[in-house]
């Protein structure tokens, strides 16, 4: 950003036309991100060269009227939207050669000459003519456009036209310098939560390659925007290339190759963006080692504007690459934290990801092509398949919609059970060094390790794709007998897991159940149960079949989160990690149980009587309710996106819990004070008769991360 004559910062054109004190933020001020007028917010390098608009000749206050057919459109020109100056290009790019000089102008033109980038066909492309005629390739001699020398083919650089988003580049890449804060607070997030596809291991070498990328480019650099400047239009012509991979490269040189590019960047910005959500305020990292003295949001905001400004850019040059699939997939998770599940742009950005994942072939496996890349980006993909499965599963589930990614029509296999160290080791090594799995591919030791985590998730997000068939099914018949069947399908799979992941309940009930040994068993027991609920409540929802399977799956659910409370209360563990299960699994089935609790205090209904609980089962159930109750409304914060509707669900579940148990239920009990609603929040809710607390809670919007933590 350029310096005026007297040494203050220049404000951004929207400011200084305004009259307004600019926060000088780069590359959207605050300002502008306020008043919703981004898309014209920039930094013009010299203001005052602007070619002034011509003052408008003064006219008659008195309006005179103009007789005019009525089938005649009249059109009014805006002097000042005509007028719009837009910036000249940075120091060492060619001038502006665009006719028109609007914003607008400048995308026409983008698509003026654009470079045809055809997709490798795929596994299946049936119809290619490259497939029909691979089988002849050896004998017949046919040069391929690919094939032809560099001095026929001239390389393609990026358009003149785009110097305005060169220099828009140039200002992203200046936020760069603060790279090692940007690292410590990702370095943060993954203590509190360990990420499931790059890991610490891979993202530090990521943000290594990035800091070394920003140093070469104004290292002894006396012009900083001018060296910018340069290696934003270098990353422009990167971004229109194919990454060159080669089996014997190592990470370093791997995250080296892919640093200067437009997705790579994106995606250390929206890893950021993602991190601050774990990061407390008066975390020592704001509080102590913060020189540049901004603020969590402030960065929030800057963090989610540079990936998405990245993400257009790669969509604009027609970009396909793994890290392309990482920023889509980790945008989709930084957009969820901000603004729910239900937000339209989280389901845009899915319908995104599964165009990428079908396009770089991730949901299918070719031998060929796992030999021409390295070992740890096998797996990497392996891994962004499977957390872009579950993902789509679990969206669809909240929304109601059918997946976008069908396991009918891909093979995804388990990822290997290794550790991120063992991955990104040479060939040599790891042929050394003991495997420590079973003949399935699960390790031996019995750790919950990031690849237990994903297999459990394929094996039930692969059950999850069946039960979103029943449900959105237009049919309705043969539903009980396919429930019957997905039910003892899940059994027989969570049978077969390796014996470490196996859950008793009379273990658990005894306290024999230890953190972190047997933090597997909770994990998988509870992601096999919630399969379960989620069937008996399509036999309610779409055949109003009340089954008693529905209750034990319920009350299992309740009772299993509070043991894993207990395990971690018992070794000194946080349960930060246990929200989301809290709400999503946990507040649902609690619910299903006070639903039924309240039914059989207030028998005048007119739904068919069901089968009512025992003596034991009633008794247990509001015992677990009052504890997971209290739980709940303790561990969820204030600052936490969904603060106010388990509030609501609690107070709700407190207060048939009090009706039960109360002699007098004309005067329910007051509630704990730690409750903070309004009065009015329950308005048109008739506590008398059978309130379904499920409708209340199939119409909510959660404002939560998704189950997988993907960065």
Same mark, same amino acid.
């Given at each position: 950003?350029?310096?005026?004559?007297?040494?203050?910062?220049?404000?951004?054109?929207?400011?200084?036309?305004?009259?307004?004190?600019?926060?000088?933020?780069?590359?959207?001020?605050?300002?502008?991100?306020?008043?919703?007028?981004?898309? %014209?917010?920039?930094? &013009?390098?010299? #203001?005052?060269? !602007?070619?002034?608009? @011509?003052?408008?000749?003064? =006219? +008659?206050? %008195?309006?005179?009227? &103009?007789?005019? #057919?009525?089938? !005649?459109?009249?059109? @009014?020109?805006?002097?000042? =939207? +005509?007028?719009?100056?837009?910036?000249?290009?940075? #120091?060492?790019?060619?001038?502006?050669?665009?006719?028109?000089?609007?914003?607008?102008?400048?995308?026409?033109?983008?698509?003026?000459?654009?470079?045809?980038?055809?997709?490798?066909?795929?596994?299946?492309?049936?119809?290619?003519?490259?497939?029909?005629?691979?089988?002849?390739?050896?004998?017949?001699?046919?040069?391929?456009?690919?094939?032809?020398?560099?001095?026929?083919?001239?390389?393609?650089?990026?358009?003149?036209?785009?110097?305005?988003?060169?220099?828009?580049?140039?200002?992203?890449?200046?936020?760069?310098?603060?790279?090692?804060?940007?690292?410590?607070?990702?370095?943060?997030?993954?203590?509190?939560?360990?990420?499931?596809?790059?890991?610490?291991?891979?993202?530090?070498?990521?943000?290594?390659?990035?800091?070394?990328?920003?140093?070469?480019?104004?290292?002894?650099?006396?012009?900083?925007?001018?060296?910018?400047?340069?290696?934003?239009?270098?990353?422009?012509?990167?971004?229109?290339?194919?990454?060159?991979?080669?089996?014997?490269?190592?990470?370093?040189?791997?995250?080296?190759?892919?640093?200067?590019?437009?997705?790579?960047?994106?995606?250390?910005?929206?890893?950021?963006?993602?991190?601050?959500?774990?990061?407390?305020?008066?975390?020592?990292?704001?509080?102590?080692?913060?020189?540049?003295?901004?603020?969590?949001?402030?960065?929030?905001?800057?963090?989610?504007?540079?990936?998405?400004?990245?993400?257009?850019?790669?969509?604009?040059?027609?970009?396909?690459?793994?890290?392309?699939?990482?920023?889509?997939?980790?945008?989709?998770?930084?957009?969820?934290?901000?603004?729910?599940?239900?937000?339209?742009?989280?389901?845009?950005?899915?319908?995104?990801?599964?165009?990428?994942?079908?396009?770089?072939?991730?949901?299918?496996?070719?031998?060929?092509?796992?030999?021409?890349?390295?070992?740890?980006?096998?797996?990497?993909?392996?891994?962004?398949?499977?957390?872009?499965?579950?993902?789509?599963?679990?969206?669809?589930?909240?929304?109601?919609?059918?997946?976008?990614?069908?396991?009918?029509?891909?093979?995804?296999?388990?990822?290997?059970?290794?550790?991120?160290?063992?991955?990104?080791?040479?060939?040599?090594?790891?042929?050394?060094?003991?495997?420590?799995?079973?003949?399935?591919?699960?390790?031996?030791?019995?750790?919950?390790?990031?690849?237990?985590?994903?297999?459990?998730?394929?094996?039930?997000?692969?059950?999850?794709?069946?039960?979103?068939?029943?449900?959105?099914?237009?049919?309705?018949?043969?539903?009980?007998?396919?429930?019957?069947?997905?039910?003892?399908?899940?059994?027989?799979?969570?049978?077969?897991?390796?014996?470490?992941?196996?859950?008793?309940?009379?273990?658990?009930?005894?306290?024999?159940?230890?953190?972190?040994?047997?933090?597997?068993?909770?994990?998988?027991?509870?992601?096999?149960?919630?399969?379960?609920?989620?069937?008996?409540?399509?036999?309610?929802?779409?055949?109003?079949?009340?089954?008693?399977?529905?209750?034990?799956?319920?009350?299992?659910?309740?009772?299993?989160?509070?043991?894993?409370?207990?395990?971690?209360?018992?070794?000194?563990?946080?349960?930060?990690?246990?929200?989301?299960?809290?709400?999503?699994?946990?507040?649902?089935?609690?619910?299903?149980?006070?639903?039924?609790?309240?039914?059989?205090?207030?028998?005048?209904?007119?739904?068919?009587?069901?089968?009512?609980?025992?003596?034991?089962?009633?008794?247990?159930?509001?015992?677990?309710?009052?504890?997971?109750?209290?739980?709940?409304?303790?561990?969820?914060?204030?600052?936490?996106?969904?603060?106010?509707?388990?509030?609501?669900?609690?107070?709700?579940?407190?207060?048939?819990?009090?009706?039960?148990?109360?002699?007098?239920?004309?005067?329910?009990?007051?509630?704990?004070?730690?409750?903070?609603?309004?009065?009015?929040?329950?308005?048109?809710?008739?506590?008398?008769?059978?309130?379904?607390?499920?409708?209340?809670?199939?119409?909510?919007?959660?404002?939560?991360?998704?189950?997988?933590?993907?960065?």
């Amino acid at each position: 950003m350029a310096t005026r004559r007297n040494g203050q910062l220049s404000s951004c054109e929207p400011c200084r036309k305004s009259k307004l004190r600019c926060d000088h933020q780069t590359p959207i001020c605050g300002r502008c991100i306020g008043h919703g007028q981004a898309e %014209r917010c920039f930094y &013009h390098p010299a #203001p005052l060269t !602007q070619p002034r608009a @011509r003052p408008s000749r003064v =006219i +008659s206050r %008195r309006p005179k009227r &103009h007789q005019r #057919p009525e089938n !005649q459109s009249v059109f @009014r020109l805006d002097q000042n =939207i +005509s007028s719009m100056a837009i910036p000249g290009p940075p #120091p060492g790019l060619p001038p502006n050669t665009v006719g028109g000089n609007t914003l607008c102008d400048q995308h026409i033109a983008q698509w003026t000459a654009k470079e045809k980038r055809t997709l490798t066909p795929g596994l299946l492309g049936l119809v290619s003519p490259k497939d029909i005629f691979s089988e002849y390739e050896n004998t017949l001699c046919v040069e391929e456009p690919d094939n032809l020398s560099a001095t026929t083919v001239p390389e393609t650089a990026y358009p003149p036209s785009d110097s305005n988003q060169v220099l828009l580049g140039a200002q992203i890449l200046s936020h760069l310098q603060k790279i090692r804060w940007f690292h410590e607070i990702i370095e943060l997030k993954n203590k509190i939560s360990p990420a499931w596809v790059l890991g610490t291991t891979l993202t530090r070498a990521l943000c290594d390659s990035m800091e070394q990328m920003y140093d070469c480019a104004v290292h002894n650099s006396q012009d900083t925007h001018a060296s910018l400047a340069t290696l934003s239009h270098q990353i422009f012509v990167n971004t229109s290339k194919d990454i060159q991979l080669n089996p014997s490269m190592n990470v370093s040189e791997y995250f080296d190759s892919m640093a200067p590019r437009w997705e790579t960047v994106g995606l250390v910005f929206a890893l950021l963006g993602t991190s601050l959500f774990h990061t407390p305020d008066d975390d020592p990292v704001f509080t102590h080692r913060n020189p540049w003295k901004l603020e969590k949001c402030q960065l929030k905001n800057v963090a989610t504007a540079i990936s998405d400004i990245c993400y257009q850019f790669c969509n604009s040059a027609g970009t396909t690459s793994d890290p392309f699939c990482l920023l889509i997939a980790q945008q989709i998770v930084l957009l969820t934290s901000m603004f729910g599940d239900s937000d339209y742009r989280v389901w845009q950005k899915l319908g995104d990801l599964s165009t990428v994942v079908y396009a770089l072939d991730l949901h299918q496996s070719d031998g060929d092509v796992e030999e021409k890349i390295p070992f740890f980006l096998m797996e990497i993909r392996k891994r962004t398949m499977v957390c872009a499965y579950a993902i789509d599963k679990e969206l669809a589930t909240f929304l109601g919609r059918p997946p976008r990614i069908c396991s009918r029509y891909c093979s995804i296999p388990l990822p290997l059970d290794i550790s991120y160290e063992k991955m990104v080791s040479s060939r040599s090594e790891r042929e050394k060094s003991p495997q420590n799995l079973d003949t399935h591919g699960w390790n031996i030791e019995g750790n919950l390790t990031v690849g237990v985590r994903l297999r459990v998730v394929l094996m039930t997000s692969l059950l999850r794709e069946s039960i979103l068939e029943l449900s959105l099914s237009p049919s309705t018949q043969h539903i009980p007998a396919r429930v019957e069947e997905l039910i003892q399908e899940s059994r027989q799979t969570q049978q077969e897991l390796p014996s470490f992941l196996h859950w008793s309940p009379e273990q658990a009930a005894a306290g024999a159940y230890n953190f972190p040994r047997d933090e597997g068993r909770t994990f998988a027991h509870i992601e096999f149960t919630y399969q379960e609920f989620l069937l008996r409540r399509i036999l309610l929802k779409r055949l109003g079949i009340n089954s008693p399977g529905l209750i034990q799956s319920s009350l299992e659910i309740v009772t299993t989160l509070l043991d894993m409370i207990a395990m971690r209360n018992r070794s000194g563990h946080s349960v930060i990690n246990l929200l989301w299960d809290l709400c999503h699994m946990g507040l649902p089935a609690a619910g299903v149980l006070t639903s039924k609790l309240l039914s059989e205090h207030s028998p005048q209904t007119s739904k068919p009587p069901a089968t009512p609980l025992s003596a034991n089962v009633r008794s247990l159930s509001i015992e677990k309710l009052n504890i997971f109750v209290s739980h709940l409304a303790v561990m969820v914060r204030p600052h936490e996106g969904n603060y106010e509707i388990v509030q609501q669900g609690t107070r709700f579940i407190r207060r048939m819990l009090d009706r039960i148990v109360s002699s007098e239920c004309s005067q329910p009990a007051m509630l704990a004070s730690d409750i903070d609603l309004s009065e009015n929040w329950m308005d048109g809710c008739d506590l008398d008769v059978n309130l379904d607390f499920m409708a209340w809670f199939d119409s909510i919007h959660w404002k939560q991360d998704p189950l997988l933590n993907f960065t």
